[in-house]
């Protein structure tokens, strides 16, 4: 225990630090962090509470703070298994899969892109170039701690640098991005002590984790953290095992065994196994997308057919028929009641109440959307425009109007990093909009930009 005090010393200053940037610029979730009533009522997830962040917010850098240590991170959005009422009167594998830098099957027929619009989109190069301005500086004042750290809480904002520089390989196919990923990732599992070893977790078992260090989950093993990150490092581990110049090496080839076999045991069997119902079927849309994300990634690397099996069983219920709940994502979705060509969907399992799910955690939702679309697996392209329209004109109506839920009420931050900006790899239109987006611009925004645009031109 004393060791591993001492060593989350880095990861608790680099909080204060995140803290009083967060003060400086102004920035705050829909739902603030309020660990004394998580605190007051903590279960074994560490999540059944109010106010467990979604990120940390650079979306005020315009210019950017005086604190490094915020520029590579998100919105600090809470990832709460109940979200607070907003008004008293709401209630609301395959081996033969593409190779990342071509559009995915099944995306044919989305239509709205022309190459002459491509072409005057803010190029892969041009994008890169404002991702350099800032990888360093994030690497070193943020993710690299983050990635060394033995609190997984550190690991929730650290996905965010594993996402920008997978996808900014994507984009342009230097190794540079994706070593940087890898180095992540491998200090992470490096991290990884035996459950029984950590004095206070819950669980005290064989398989492989981390304590967080946060006050309200001090000690314990807790699966959003871990899922919120691994999300980002089963997609990585997909674009090794999908891109050849990268699986038939032996360097990477290496890595990404070892990664696979780590997550398919210590991430997706130790949650299963400790209890689905609790820990991957989870208590709203966001949370169990990343569930659906991650057995997506893994039903479409292992070459075990029991595994297989069991990956699409946990990708279907989560789209389809969710076990333990009335609803799932599929059933969750109805025509926008404020615009017939969107889509409007509450976080909560079984509401159709406005005003639905809060931007925030509905960019969680679509970061595996807009991944199982370009794989094939369940979303369609009918799907994919009404979620077009529901950015571009029911959240995102004007330039600097952005609102707080997807029924179009609020006032939102317009912070879509994580989700809602991947849609512009569909959409020219809405790809040009993102290029006057001042919102969030760091290295996950800068890299998923770059992605769209070597998407959109196939």
């Given amino acids: 225990m004393s060791e591993s005090r001492r060593r989350n010393t880095s990861g608790l200053a680099l909080s204060s630090l995140l803290s009083v940037a967060l003060l400086v610029g102004g920035a705050c979730g829909p739902n603030p962090e309020n660990p004394s009533e998580e605190a007051a009522s903590v279960d074994t997830s560490g999540e059944n509470a109010q106010g467990t962040p979604e990120a940390v917010n650079p ?26 009422d907003p008004s008293p009167e709401a209630d609301a594998m395959a081996p033969s899969a593409p190779a990342p830098d071509a559009l995915a099957s099944g995306q044919e027929g989305l239509g709205t892109t ?51 520089n997978t996808a900014m390989y994507r984009a342009t196919g230097k190794t540079q991005y994706m070593d940087r990923a890898l180095l992540y990732v491998n ?45 980002y490092v089963t997609r990585m ?12 090496n032996a360097n990477y080839r290496s890595q990404y065994d070892r990664l696979l076999a780590f997550s398919e045991r210590n991430m997706f069997e130790k949650w299963n196994k400790r209890g689905a119902n609790s820990y991957v079927y989870r208590v709203n849309t966001h949370m169990a997308s990343h569930w659906a994300y991650i057995a997506m ?22 789209n389809r028929d969710m076990p333990n709940n009335t609803s ?17 969907w509450a976080a909560n399992w079984g509401s159709r109440a406005r005003p639905g799910q809060d931007v925030a955690h509905g960019n969680g939702v679509m970061a595996y959307i807009v991944e199982a679309r370009d794989a094939g697996m369940e979303w369609t392209a009918t799907d994919i425009q009404k979620f077009v329209v529901t950015l571009n004109k029911v959240i995102w109506p004007s330039a600097g109007s952005y609102s707080n839920y997807v029924d179009g009420s609020g ?48």
């Fill in 237 to 248: 581990l997909r674009v090794i095992r999908e891109t050849p110049a990268l699986y038939n």
């Fill in 328 to 344: 799932s994502l599929r059933g969750q979705l109805m025509t926008s009641m404020v615009n017939p060509s969107a889509y409007f």
């Fill in 187 to 231: 200090n992470v599992v490096n991290n990884a002590r035996v459950s029984s070893s950590l004095p206070r977790s819950n669980f005290r078992d064989s398989y492989m984790g981390w304590a967080s260090a946060r006050s309200d989950t001090v000690g314990q093993e807790v699966p959003l953290f871990e899922s919120y990150c691994w999300r």
């Fill in 114 to 164: 022309s190459q002459a619009a491509v072409a005057g989109l803010r190029t892969v190069a041009a994008w890169e170039t404002l991702f350099l301005k800032r990888w360093n500086s994030e690497h070193t004042s943020s993710f690299l701690p983050m990635s060394k750290s033995l609190d997984s809480w550190q690991f929730y904002n650290l996905a965010y640098g594993i996402d920008g």
């Fill in 59 to 84: 979306e005020t850098q315009t210019p950017a703070p005086s604190f490094p240590e915020a520029d590579a991170l998100a919105p600090s959005f809470p990832e709460t298994d109940e979200l607070a």
């Fill in 411 to 458: 006032r939102g931050t317009g912070w879509f990093n994580d989700g809602l900006m991947k849609l512009g790899r569909y959409d020219a239109a809405l790809q040009r909009r993102l290029e006057t987006h001042t919102v969030g611009n760091n290295t996950q925004y800068y890299g998923n930009a770059a992605l769209n645009v070597k998407l959109l031109g196939g």
């Fill in 297 to 318: 990634d893994l039903s479409r690397m292992t070459t075990d057919a029991t595994k297989k099996a069991s990956y699409l069983k946990v990708f279907n219920n989560i």
